[in-house]
């Protein structure tokens, strides 16, 4: 048995097993769970490779270890076109493995494979540990704030 991960594109036939998993990753990060937003959302990353994609995550001895959601971006700063690791998800039962370590090499391969020369992420301020792993993994610190603007009134309320 490999203690290594193994990743797939998902399609739009993965949505049911993949908005299970994202719920749990909501609750779990005090994430408020919004269905008109979020499920639209997923639905046109799977459908759309243009936008990005959501990696499944499995291994030999657990089918679903998790998944990763990466979507293009633009910024002049970064050069053009970037990556931005939207979300980061590993069932409870594939922590403490090394997974999220290789989940986050195999975010960084897809979007080496894609043309990227930069991924970017957020981490919400409470989640120390995910901090933590990010920063081992090489990425830095940028000392920013992300601000949000609502422009359809809907999105005020997604981590407050």
């Known amino acids: ?10 399609g739009p036939e993965d949505f049911a097993r993949l908005i299970a998993m994202v719920r749990d990753f909501y609750v779990e990060d005090c994430i408020p769970y919004q269905p008109e937003l979020v499920e639209p959302g997923l639905r046109a990353v799977l459908g759309n490779p243009s936008l990005g994609a959501v990696l499944m995550l499995s291994s030999d001895d657990l089918a679903e270890v998790g998944y990763v959601t990466l979507g293009w971006c633009f910024s002049v700063e970064q050069g053009g ?80």
């Not at 048995?1 to 998902?10: K, L, Q, T, V, W």
């Open 1 to 10: 048995m490999s203690n290594d991960i193994a990743a797939r594109i998902a």
């Open 81 to 160: 076109r970037f990556v931005l690791l939207d979300e980061l998800y590993l069932a409870p039962s594939a922590r403490g493995r090394g997974w999220g370590r290789q989940a986050l090499a195999v975010a960084r391969d897809w979007a080496a494979g894609q043309g990227a020369a930069v991924i970017r992420l957020e981490v919400n301020h409470h989640n120390a540990k995910a901090k933590r792993l990010y920063l081992s993994a090489g990425y830095r610190d940028d000392e920013r704030d992300i601000l949000t603007l609502s422009l359809n009134g809907q999105a005020g309320g997604l981590h407050s």
